[in-house]
């Protein structure tokens, strides 16, 4: 476990998800302190973003 503050680009987890809908679950650990998460999604090796790409917190019906 780590103990750090959230901060953008800390770690950068290359993953190719599928066309369509995908469930992202990220595990969030607390040591006591405020917690927090970054999450984006680009093209690969890069910093920019996928277009057309939708992020919602609320599970697909």
């Known amino acids: 476990p780590i103990s750090r503050p959230a901060s ?5 987890v290359p993953v190719t998800l599928p066309k369509g809908t ?3 679950l990220l595990k ?3 040591t006591g ?3 927090g998460f970054y999450f984006r999604i680009t093209e ?3 910093t920019t973003p ?11 019906k």
Do not use: L
């Open 8 to 12: 953008a680009d800390d770690d950068i």
């Open 22 to 24: 995908s469930q992202v």
């Open 44 to 46: 690969p090796n890069s």
């Open 50 to 60: 996928v277009s057309g790409a939708e992020i919602s917190i609320d599970p697909p």
């Open 28 to 30: 969030i650990g607390q």
């Open 33 to 35: 302190r405020d917690w």
